[in-house]
Each structure stands twice: as C-alpha cells, then as structure tokens.
C-alpha cells in the first residue's frame, strides 16, 4: 500500500525540480552566455601577462582626435538615454480612512432597517438577506450617517458633508504622515463616481486647505470602480510633463445620494455591497523623495471593453418602475469581467512575466495555431511575476473567479478577501485598503512587487504595477491598526442571519 | 388635569445607534421569573440636563462614547425572541438601540412648571410589543431639546428588561464613558443568585398578553422637599433617632392619601431593590431586576401619627431577610400588577451612595449636573404609586413622585399637612 502514492510524490517532486532548473536556465539565460565568456577573457589576460597587453593596447594607435570623438560620442549618448527614459514616479505614502464606529452596520440593523422601510415587500428583503448572507462582508462594515435614519435622509447637505467627512479626514492624514504642506501640491485629482456637486470635490478640497492658484487639478466623474488607477495613471502623464512636481490623488465613493430607494431586485444589490470609504495617496517625481518614498511605479495598464454592447450594459444606471434612479448589474458580469481580465492580461503578461513564462506561452500558441487548436492554452503563471496581488474588493465572486482563473492561493486573495470582510466594497479607494492590509501584516519587503487590478462600469479592467522601494514597517495607525491581530478570518461561504 | 393640551414635543427623526464593537454571537439573555413578573409594565427615565452635550448629533463624541458603552450592554442592543418552548429571551444580535430626536417648543424652566405626567410621556419613546419582536427595538432613547436650551434624555425598556437602577446605571456610565474614566459600577450579566432561586420552578412559558386595559385616568405630581423641611418635622414632632427621611415622607404620603381615598386604606406595597441586602450583595451593575415587593398592613393609618407609621415602614425595611426576599420571589405570578394593585410605595434610598445621589451624579460636561431625573413606571394599577427618590441636593432632601387617579391627585395637591413642609411642586400640569 504505501509504495503506490511514493512514484506519484517523487514524480511530483523530479517535475517541481525540472520545472525550477528551466526557469533559471531561460531566466537568466543572458548570464548564463556572458558568464562564460567573461571566464574565457579573463583567463587570457591572466595568460598573456601585462607586458604583451601593453604591447597590444599600443598597437591600436588611438590618438587624440579619436579618443576626443568617442568619448564625446558616448557621453552624447548616454545623455540622449537618460533624458529620454520616463521619470520615475513614485507613490510616497497614502491614507486610508478609518470610519467612526457610530457609522457601523452590523447585519441585525441592516436587516432590521431593510424590513422596516420595505414593509410591503418582503420578497425584495429577502433577496437583500439572502446577498447580505453570502456577501462575504463582516459586522464592522460603515455607511455614512444619513443611511442610518429610518428612512434614510439622502439630501445633497448629507451627501456633502459625508465628502467632507471622508476626504478631509483622509488628507488630514496624509499631510501628517508625510509633512507636506498645503501650499505645495502641484497636482490635485480627485475621483468619486456617483456624487459630482458644483463646485466640484476637486473645488472643495482646494477650498479647504487654501491651496495654490496654479494647482493643477482634475475632478474624475462617472468611471466607476476603476477610477482609482485612472487617476493614477492621470497623475503620471501628468508628472511625466512637469518636473519636479507632486500630485495626490484622492479616491473616494459617496454612499449618501445613491442609496437605492426603490425595491427592484438587481438594484438593491449595490446597498448590500457598498460602504463608505476613502484614500489620499500622495505621487511625486521628485527625486528627493526617492528614500522615502514607498513604491514606484512599473507598470500601469488600462483595457476598456466599451465598444462591446455586452460590456457596455452591464452596469448600468437607470430609473426603476416607479421612478427612483439605482444601478442594475447584469448577470453576467462574472462572465465579462473574466473576458475583461483576460484582455489586460494580454497587454500585461509580456511586460512583467519572466522570460521563462513567456517562452511557454509562445510555445503553447504556435503549438495551438499550427499543430492542435484543441491544446489547453497555457496560462502563464503570475505568481512568478509578483509576490503581492490586491483585487478590487468588488465583491466574493470576483475574488472567486479572479483567483480561479489566475490560480492564485488563499494566501494572495487574502488581502481582498479581508478587506472586503472589514470594510465592504468601499469601489475605487478598496485597492488601497487591501495594500494597506499587506503592509499591516509586516509582508512588504524591499523589492516586492504589487499588482492591482480593479474592474469598473463601462466596461473597463485597469491594473497597475509597484515595486516596493523599502521595506515597510508595520504602521502604528491606519485603518487595520485596531484589528488586524484578529485577520485573517475564516469567512464562511453563508452566514446565517 | 381635564385640561387638553397640545402636543409640546415634536418628533424629529429616528434612526439606530449601534454598539462599536460586534459582540460574541450566539449570545443569548434569559429572563428570570422576576423579570417575567414585571412583564406588564413599562420604565422610562428622564433625566433632565440645563445644557445639551448634544451638537450636530451625527458626528458627536457623545454618540462614540454611546456606542463603546453599547458594547458592554449587549442585551439592551438586542432583541426579544421566543424559543420554540415558548419562553421569551434576548438574543444578542447588535441590531441597536432606536433613538430619536425631537424638539420641545417651550424652555426648561416653563416645562418643568408646568407639564404634568402624560407630558412628560411625550418626551420617552415607547410602541407595545407586537406578535414578531423580531424588528421591535425594546430599548429606546428619546433626545428632547428645549428652547433657549437645555435638553431631556429619555430612556425607556420594558420593566421585565431592567429595573430603575439599571437603568440609571447606564445612565451614568455613559457619562463616564463620555469623560474618558473608568466606569464605576461595570455591568454585571449573572443570574440571580442561587440563594434566591432554589425554591423556584423552571420558568414556565410566557401565556399571550391578556392584560387589561387600566382604565383610571392617573396624573402625576412631583414634589420637592428639601432638607430643613425634613429637620423641621424631626424636631417639631420628635420622630425617633433612627428615622430616615424614606420613613418620614412615605409615612406623610401614605397617611394623607388613605385620607384622600377615604378608604381606611391599610393595606401597601413596598418596594425596595435588594441589590444590597442579599449577605453577598449584588454588584449596582447587576443588569436585570432586582426589586422586593412586600406588603404592608396598618389599620386606620389615616388617623395614625405619622410617627407611627414612619416606625412601622422603618421596622419593615430593616427587617427584610433574604428569606423573606426568597419567599415574596416565590410568590410572584405572571401577568400581575407588581405596581398599583396595592398603593405602591417604591424606596429609592440604595441609590444614595456614599452621600451622593448616583443619578444627579451622571454629568457629561463638567458643572452641568441634571436639575431634575424623572421615573416613570408605566401601566400602573389604579391603587396608584408613590416613589421615594433622593433629591440634587445632598443631605435630608427628597423628591417625591406620586401618581393616583385624577380627582385624588387634585386633592393632594391642596393637602395642608404636605403643603407645611413647603414642598415645591413640579411637573403637576397646574399652570
């Protein structure tokens, strides 16, 4: 009996081995050709002995005009690199923001409010339950003050001063975090989907902290869950064109106007999900900041698959029956979200997987396109290419089909899975939690790479790159300062309400 | 008094406050056969403050400090179910504690002139218990603010939840919990003690309400007596050494309204927490009830001295043993009256402590004591009740509460021997 399992577990393990002996050899390929040769050259010249070097150093009859014009040459060069390599951009520190408890919802009270407000409807409470149950979030999720009034009071005044509330609080942070001072932002995004007041969010930031005159600032509307990396990837053309220069981005949703009062099933869904949350993330490309600062930008790339119907409206804002505006997501938004994925995997994958990956790939396609178009394509694995994956927290079936499609564990899921369990789905500012969860958890370590992927309405799959800069120490305040001794948490697939 | 009024207090909103922290799920809080006794009435405290710690209400640290207090309570954010026996309990879901604001159209001072007790049950928040409890707040918590002013916490729970000291706990360690300071008396969620509880049956499932409607329309009248009121009468009729003030104006009250009931009304309830008197006294945390109800008899008490009587109420209090507190639990039935089938004398003296009255010390803000903390026992008998309670100012003073049928109450009111003591009169309704 136990021979049988040993050929499998020693076949398992050669494979592992003949696995990680290709990825070295392809890897490090270049230094496994140079290596050699730079043996080979030094053994000669340890053979032939200092007088016959000279000897052959005099017989190449440099003289000045030639060694002015090569050294001028290659300086000119050198020059033309480094001034057309794009700046480094760097993420220096961010803020997330941490809710006050009176603004938690544990799942009695949401229950309780639904059935008291949709007294005539008990089917629609029982879909929320039914959401709520198998939602994946915990009990210490937040909705803004003006939620928690039966019935909800959802005025423009509220809508405001949750802004205020989140986004004031969040860069109040930030600017003691990092020392900055007000008057020195040269770059302002700022990106809330669902709630755009006149003046802008951008406008009342820039009201509040009296900031410059001829602050560059841009106030992003309507794009959804992915805005976030939007902005990111704003600031960064932005930064590329003016030098020495900071910007900080602020990500935020506003729950308050966009509470669904209707009673319309697939829109009752987005107040299952979403809560309140915010993040101020300050960029520089200052190189100044280069010690301090904790990440830099690899990669940022954006897929949008809006010229597909399908995609287009899939999440999608309407009037119901009765005239009140919600958010209706379609069912098949796992599917387009995977299709989504994949297309940014595509322009991604060449960018940051290792040489090895990509071989397979190429292989498996020329082997799909001439010899057998029925092979399984070869997923490249991108464990090999990062060490941490933060997954909008959009909702348990996008973790779900993200990390069965990437064949990710339970470990590198388990930012968004926590995330998603403390905080809900908080759309474009989730990204930063998750990270900021990384970092809690002391796994942040020099060197380490980061990818980003958030989904948005539209429909759009955004992903941006970091490598860690320094190590990180785990922060004595934020977001997860009060609890994350008690993460990760065993999230049961229902909860029994 | 006959007089209708309109209604003063004007609801503004409504919405949940919840506790900070989730608590253990599963969490369940039974009721004991005393809680089950007391389940036929309703208590609602008032405590009212000359200036509101109250500002744009959302963002308050006041709500912080009450949400991290919440989390010690998790039975009053719970809420009441029935197992499948029968048998009600709590379950400990955090669903929260309903508090609505509301605005009083008229100050303080002119309020507490002259409102008078259905008044004052407009500015606590209370619905019945339907069929499914399920989404039915027990706990709820009504922000009344003045004009020019000044606010009123309400707190209102079933009687079978918690008791006055309870509640006046709570009170006040929401206060500590506002000033950042240890609480005082922790919340204590242990039954009653064995020793009470040996001789008990198993709690019997809880038969479908079938009360009564109390029919007799009650008013309420509070009267303030301060402390040379109380030396005055010592010396003036020589009452013996070791009356108490409790003695002395229980006795006055309850000889003056058998006079008033023209009944030769010899027969009362006293009420006492023994929260105290048990030989291993319960912590003033212990959340749940804890109250005595024993009766009294003296013939012709209208015409007795009040010297005698204040005797006879003394000799009572002193001599309540825990036997006698185990055998006045085991006569207790459900869907009784425990307040008002008898004249009910309630004794408030256990929440002086130290001196210091534990109610008039729930301070929020530094130098702004509560000027007036009202109880209110809802679905009283008809026999009326009396509440003894220990006035703001320490020493001998006492605030004495009384609620009887209408033309009673009238009658009181103009009583020469209570009017002696130069009580000053408040919340009556007289303009």
Redesign the interface.
Known sequence: MPQAPMPELTSSVKLKYVKLGYQYLVNHFLSFLLIPIMAIGAVELLRMGPEEILNVWNSLEFDLVQVLCTSFFVIFISTVYFMSKPRTIYLVDYSCYKP???C??????FM??S??ILKDKPKSVEFQMRILERSGL???TSLP??I???PP?PTMDAAR?EAQ?VIFTAMDDLFKKTGLKPKDVDILIVNCSLFSPTPSLSAMVINKYKLRSNIKSVNLSGMGCSAGLISVDLARDLLQVHPNSNAIIVSTEIITPNYYQGNERAMLLPNCLFRMGAAAILMSNRRSDRWRAKYKLSHLVRTHRGADDKSFYCVYEQEDKEGHVGINLSKDLMAIAGEALKANITTIGPLVLPASEQLLFLLSLIGRKIFNPKLKPYIPDFKLAFEHFCIHAGGRAVIDELQKNLQLSGEHVEASRMTLHRFGNTSSSSLWYELSYIESKGRMRRGDRVWQIAFGSGFKCNSAVWKCNRTIKTPKDGPWSDCIDRYPVFIPEVVKL | MGIVQENRVEVK??????????SRSGRVHPFTTLDNAMSRHTLHVIVYYPRSPFGSF??DSV??S???LLSMYPPVVG?VAKTPDGILEVKC????LRTLKAKVCVGIDEWLRSADGHDESDLTAWEDMPEDP??WAPFRLQINEFEGGGVAIGLSCPHRQADATTLTVLLKSWTEAQRRRCLVHPPSFSPLPSILTDDTDAVKPNSASISEPISTKTATATFRFSSSAFKKYVEEEGIFPKASPLDVFAALFWTRVALVKRKSHDRVCMCVDFRRLLPNPLPYGFFGNALNFSSLEMTNVADQGIVHVARLINDHVTNLTVEKIRSDLNRVGEQELMYGRDLTIVNMEHMIVEGDPMMYDAVFEDGVRPVHVSYRIGNVGGEGVIMVMPSPEKGFGRVVSVTLPEEEMSKLLVDQEILRFEPKIILSGVK
């Not at chain 1, 938690?104 to 009270?109: D, E, G, I, L, S």
């Not at chain 2, 909103?13 to 989730?22: G, H, I, N, Q, W």
């Open positions: 006050p408890v009176t938690r919802v544990p799942f009695a009270t309780e409010h059935r008291l915990g009990e210490e003050p003006a928690h009034y039966i009071t001063s509330l | 909103s409504m919405l949940t406050a919840v506790s900070s922290k989730p959302d963002l709500r912080i009450l949400s991290e809420r879901n955090d669903a929260g399920s989404t």
